[in-house]
């Protein structure tokens, strides 16, 4: 539900939502609502991220606001009534000339097809492993193959047509740029797992997160011409993977 009269949202949402409590200021917010399970929180995510691009193509500023485990009070504040749960918020506006967009939306080479192109977004341009990007883990560390920690090549992936696509799932956006999700191929599927808990977070960001990968991830696929889809709900561990972290889909492809 879009909520417009910002400054009144602001008064009663500062210290309970923001960064460490510090509340984003915002003309208008998008508030969230679902039933508190993991794969809504998933549904979230994908949703509300490929909203964000949308807004991003129409120069309109977003930006995902962490809830700070005050969901209940948030919403008894703001006054709604439902039964569903805030899992959500996210601020919207124009945004400020000095606003620097992630680098996953930065115009670095025009002309060519990118990931983003079939929602109207500029190339980014495939600079693998030369340089870091805002001390983000390499593509080498968000895949493996057939097993936990079996890393591949730069020029393996490259020789299966995937890596565009993990240098987009580099960029792709996170809570805190923590890139908690690795992705394990196997025989014609792509197992995306992502770490349950991470910093003062819980298992309900590491939801949005999947579901913001997942999305990302589907598009990149898309776009390389791998057609496939994701397992949603119930995702098999097929593969051993560490206790501290999650299935959150299989992607068949």
Same mark, same amino acid.
């Given at each position: ?6 400054? !009144? ?8 939502? /923001? ?6 200021? %915002? @003309? ?8 508190? !399970?993991? +794969?809504?929180?998933?549904?979230? /995510? ?46 919207? /506006?124009? =945004? ?9 939306? #930065?115009?670095?080479? =025009? ?10 977004? @500029? !190339?980014?341009?495939?600079?693998? %492993? ?10 080498? +560390? ?18 299966? $047509?995937?890596? #565009? ?7 792709? @956006? ?5 890139? @908690? ?6 025989? /014609? ?9 991470? $910093? %003062?977070?819980?298992? !309900?960001?590491?939801?949005? #997160?999947? $579901? ?36 959150? $889909?299989?992607? =068949?492809?």
């Amino acid at each position: 539900q879009i909520v417009r009269n910002g400054a !009144h949202v602001f008064t009663l949402l500062n210290g309970l939502a /923001g960064y460490n409590g510090v509340m984003v200021n %915002a @003309p208008h917010y998008l508030v969230i609502f679902a039933n508190a !399970h993991v +794969d809504q929180y998933k549904a979230v /995510g994908y949703v509300t991220e490929w909203l964000v691009l949308n807004l991003t193509k129409n120069n309109i500023g977003s930006c995902w606001i962490d809830t700070n485990k005050n969901e209940v009070q948030i919403k008894n504040v703001l006054e709604f009534q439902t039964t569903d749960d805030v899992i959500g918020l996210l601020a919207l /506006g124009y =945004t400020s000339k000095e606003v620097r967009l992630s680098n996953i939306f #930065d115009t670095l080479k =025009t002309g060519s097809v990118s990931a983003l192109s079939s929602i109207g977004y @500029p !190339h980014v341009d495939i600079g693998y %492993a030369s340089e870091p990007v805002s001390g983000r883990v390499s593509i080498q +560390d968000l895949v493996y193959l057939n097993a936990w920690n079996n890393k591949l090549s730069i020029e393996e992936l490259e020789l299966r $047509g995937l890596a #565009d696509v993990f240098f987009y799932m580099r960029l792709a @956006p996170s809570w805190g740029n923590q890139q @908690p999700w690795r992705f394990i191929l196997d025989k /014609g599927q792509i197992v995306l797992t992502v770490l349950k808990e991470y $910093g %003062a977070l819980d298992r !309900h960001v590491a939801g949005i #997160d999947a $579901g913001i990968a997942m999305l990302y991830f589907e598009t990149a696929m898309h776009s390389a011409g791998f057609p496939g889809s994701w397992e949603w709900s119930e995702a098999k561990n097929i593969i051993q993977i560490p206790d501290d972290y999650f299935v959150a $889909g299989v992607y =068949t492809y």
